[in-house]
């Protein structure tokens, strides 16, 4: 226990693990408050996913969509952050194990997101590249600028279309929004920089396994991405399943292939198995199964959030949808009931919209009451994010770069920068 440093002030400890869109959200609802919070996170720093995709094409700086996990809770003596990862739960001494030990808590909440689900498929989780962390977005940077590099020394056609060619796969609003940014720097940027490729031999392939673009989202706007997504000259492929990805060539269940040495995977997630937990409480996608209070099913004083949670109601019998409106508003409700636990209040998901952008002056958004796309959805896309940004500092960084790009189509990010240990660069 003195490994963590952590007053003992006989206050009621709340253990929240995730600093994502839920745990942070509660851990700034509960300061000042009668409870002890410990927030426990393997990063130090919130990272706003919505906008991987733009550090992964270049658009945006990782640093823009990071924010330091102590600087927002300086001075708020009842939270304390350590940096540390949750491995286990002893839910009988209510206890957890972490990295660097044991650490007691009268109540723990759950909140470590979503991690990229491969469906078993081994040989695309071992050659495919997904994005799900800030790393994992500055790795795809490199891998794509790399790949322009290595094309300028091939000379065989065909190793050089397949260095140039990404394949994206999975209709969601994140294959969506990267596959429209990956085509407008091709259309529009790359050429500059590598005058001497010819960037007809560079292919943009979108590969869906149902019939239609976002599937969450209404058909309009479905039927919209795709057009914006044709015009940009992205090839899209609807009921296209893959089965097998081999670092050189995509292959589908039908037969067909696709030339391409870079495969990004957007197509699921899942939530991450934690021993202790029952398993009579893990849902679809090893999600925790939670009930309209937000507590674990079979576990007292444990909560889930967010996209780690599945809460099965008569409106969403699969559970919500996991995105950050969701995770956000369980914060919301968890906090008001710890604060007021006499008066308890059930969770009722108030869906405010959703929206994709698909490149410049294209976006879909989906309101309770209006559906639209085009310029002003952009708009609308732009100050939404912008607004949810943690950091005026970041807001101001983001829509610089925004404006610049917009008014140049250009970005000046389009740097290599790798890890480099024992004087040795890390492959990718």
Sequence with gaps: MEKFNIPDNKKERIVIAGVGFAGLKLARKLVGSKYQVVLLDKRNFHQFQPLFYQVATAGLEPSSISFPVRKL???????????????????????????????????????????????????????GLSMKTTAEAIYLRNRILQSFEQAMFEDDITKKHQLLSIAIVGGGPTGVE?????????????????????????????????????????KNAGERALYFLRKLGVDVYLNSQIEGYDNEKVSLAGGKSFETKNLIWTAGIQGRKINGINKNAIGAGNRIIVDQYHQVKAHKDIYALGD???????????????????????SLNLAKNLLNSKQATQFEYK?????????????????????????????????????????????????????????????SLRILVKPIKNNLEKKG
């Design 73 to 127: 809770f300086q001075k708020k003596s009842n939270i304390h952050y350590r940096n540390t990862n949750l491995k286990s739960v002893d839910t009988e001494k209510k206890t957890i194990e972490t990295n660097f030990g044991t650490l007691k808590y009268d109540k723990l909440v759950l909140a470590m997101g979503a991690y990229t689900n491969f469906f078993g498929n081994k040989q695309i989780e071992n050659n």
């Design 178 to 218: 990267l596959a429209g940014a990956i085509a407008e720097m091709r259309n529009h940027i790359l050429p500059k920089d590598y005058p001497e490729i010819d960037f007809s031999l560079m292919n943009v392939m979108l590969f869906e396994a149902s019939g239609r673009l976002l599937a969450s989202m209404s």
């Design 308 to 330: 780690l949670a599945i809460m099965i109601t008569e409106k969403y019998p699969k559970g919500h949808p996991q995105v950050a409106q969701v995770a956000i508003q369980q």
């Design 351 to 411: 869906d405010k919209g959703s929206m994709a952008t698909i490149g410049r002056n294209m976006a879909v958004v989906d309101l309770p009451w209006w559906k639209f796309s085009g310029f002003f959805a952009w708009l609308v896309w732009i100050f939404v994010h912008l607004m949810a940004i943690v950091g005026v500092k970041n807001r101001l960084f983001i829509f610089i770069n925004w404006a610049s790009s917009y008014f140049s189509r250009d970005q």
